[in-house]
């Protein structure tokens, strides 16, 4: 899989998000997660930086935005590194719930802007969009996934939940029988399986989601400004009240598995290469 390209007819890059925004063509911006070098994986700074970008995206005169990661893959998921902030403070909340709630709240809180935004969002998928990076295109109202991508929920494995909405938006979106598959297993599907499933709205040849996620964009400019905003506005919020009772309990869950110290087994594991040696519970 080669780096994305930016698309024909790229005007320049924008002012907002740090040179992270570029406008492809008017009421189209495309939003890159930038850190190729780590497969666009998640630090703590890389999610402030994302929920930062984002809101700085609601001022803007779009009616589209496109998210790609740049490099191979759209986004590998929380780096797992040992200098990341927020596995640190994971780590450090074991033993203070308040402080496990206070971190998965925020790190949801860098995703949950994009179903605010007075836009269509669509994620373009190539490589790997797994963990925490399938959660944020699960955010987006439409996934365009090239031949060669790849998509898990790994967490159960290392002692966590999918809690920045992955479950409760999975569910949503393929029901519980899917869902349930691809969380409990965490099993990686390709893009066949994915398209099948409905998890993407879309799927095309490798090297190409972008181009095939700016062409989708173009089909949604077609239809009226107003009536959009309308439809999105339905489609976003006609089980509100559920979906946000659903991702109380989630952020419940992960603050339950952060508690129970099982991911300190899981670093353990992955340092020793060996599989996980869990406590019956």
């Known amino acids: 899989m080669g780096e994305a390209d930016g698309g024909a007819g790229d005007q320049g890059q924008a002012a907002a998000c740090g040179g992270r925004l570029e406008r492809p063509r008017a009421g189209v911006g495309l939003l890159w997660l930038d850190r190729p070098a780590r497969a666009n994986a998640l630090d703590q700074a890389h999610f402030e930086r994302l ?11 779009l009616r589209v935005l496109v998210l790609a990661g740049r490099g191979r893959h759209f986004c590998g998921g929380i780096d797992l590194s040992p ?75 290392l002692g966590l939940v999918p809690d920045l909405g992955g479950s409760t938006l999975l569910r949503r979106l393929l029901g519980p029988g899917p869902a349930a598959y691809l969380g409990l297993s965490g099993r990686p599907i390709d893009a066949d399986e994915a398209h099948r499933l409905g998890l993407l709205s879309e799927r095309c040849a490798e090297g190409e989601a972008l181009s095939a996620a700016l062409r989708l964009a173009d089909d949604v400019l077609l239809g009226s400004p107003t009536a959009t905003r309308g439809l999105l506005r339905l489609l976003r919020h006609s089980d509100a ?13 992960g603050v339950e598995a952060v508690c129970s110290g099982e991911l300190i087994e899981a670093a353990m594991a992955r340092m020793e290469q060996r599989p996980p040696a869990w406590a019956q519970g």
């Open 51 to 61: 929920r930062d970008d984002l809101l700085e995206l609601s001022f803007l005169d």
């Open 83 to 157: 200098g990341n902030a927020a596995l640190v403070e994971a780590v450090s909340s074991i033993e203070d719930a308040d402080r496990a709630r206070a971190l998965v709240r925020q790190l949801k809180g860098c995703f949950s802007p994009l179903r605010a935004l007075p836009m269509v969002t669509i994620a373009a998928i190539e490589g790997a969009c797994l963990g925490a990076g399938l959660e944020l295109a699960l955010h987006c109202d439409l996934r365009v996934g090239a031949a060669g991508s790849r998509y898990s929920l790994p967490e159960t494995r």
């Open 241 to 253: 009240e559920a979906t946000t009772q659903a991702l109380h309990e989630e952020t419940e869950a």
